[in-house]
């Protein structure tokens, strides 16, 4: 069981021996002499369900919510006509589209931020729903790993930037609509909301990272198996997991190693 890829000697996969340091891509030779990547069964498990799971959530929600999406695609504000909230919101200048626009880095073509978006929009509607009737999310990253394995084979950082890119894309959507759902019954304008949800998330990453550059310089064996706190980064350990099956490493086809009872 657990969150690691094996190699051949059932050890924890060695991702910097496959791994070019000089360009932080993937070196084939290095990868043939080292040793194929084995998955345990839970793993994959894990990677069936989350293909299935948001292809059952598209599904669900164009069953049953399709005339909707496509009014408000359609720019149909009917509904809105007699919503005393919207006829006073109407006062307030829209926030322009070019604020929304990104720009990413790392060894990462531009096109790849047009693709996180294209992967968002696919997905943001039906989990809109989703959040709004059962408070629950669904996430993404496995479907967009494998779209990152398949155009850019071999580059683990640009995989995991795209992996970073559309949850978080698609979990800050959902914040930020219910910030603008809470602004539009309080009159908050929407350019007001918009600067403030920015601060706070430039404040946040700031603290995050200043957090966790603390933590990693003064607390002894953190990330590590046997740290005495429990301090083992699990969530962070399956990221690294995930750089290299989608897809530092090159097999089309993974192996799965039968657990041990």
């Known amino acids: 069981m657990g969150y690691f890829a094996y190699d051949r000697f059932a050890k924890p996969y060695a991702i910097d021996r496959i791994i070019d340091q000089s360009t932080m891509r993937l070196n084939a030779t290095a990868y043939e002499e080292y040793s ?21 959530l598209v599904t669900h929600a164009a069953l049953n919510y399709g005339p909707n999406i496509l009014g408000w695609l359609r720019n149909d504000r009917e509904a809105e006509a007699n919503d005393i909230h919207a006829k006073l919101m109407q006062r307030y200048p829209d926030t322009p589209t070019w604020w ?18 294209a992967q968002v929009m696919v997905f943001l509607l039906p989990s809109i729903y989703l959040y709004a009737t ?12 494998a779209i990152s394995g398949i155009v850019l ?22 914040v930020y609509l219910r910030w603008l759902k809470l602004g539009h019954y309080m009159k908050i304008p929407p350019r007001a909301n918009f600067c403030v949800h920015i601060v706070a ?4 990453n700031f603290t995050q990272v200043g957090v966790k550059k603390y933590l990693f310089a003064t607390v002894k064996d953190i990330c590590q198996p046997g740290q005495k706190s429990q301090l083992t980064c699990a969530s962070i350990e ?16 993974l192996v799965v190693e039968q657990e041990k009872t």
């Not at 990462?108 to 693709?115: F, G």
């Not at 999310?137 to 967009?144: A, E, G, N, P």
């Not at 084979?153 to 959902?174: A, D, H």
């Open 36 to 56: 194929q990547l084995y998955l345990t069964v839970t793993f994959s498990m894990t990677y069936m369900l989350a293909f299935i799971t948001p292809t059952l």
């Open 201 to 204: 998330t430039f404040v946040s």
């Open 134 to 145: 059962a408070g629950s999310m669904v996430q993404f990253t496995v479907i967009s790993q």
């Open 100 to 117: 929304y626009l990104i720009e990413p880095g790392l060894d990462t073509p531009a096109w790849v931020a047009l693709l996180a978006i």
């Open 238 to 253: 399956a990221f690294y997991t995930a750089s290299v099956v989608w897809r530092a490493a090159p097999d089309s086809t």
């Open 153 to 174: 084979p071999g580059r683990p950082l640009p995989n995991m930037l795209l992996k970073t890119m559309v949850p978080n894309i698609t979990f800050m959507s959902l």
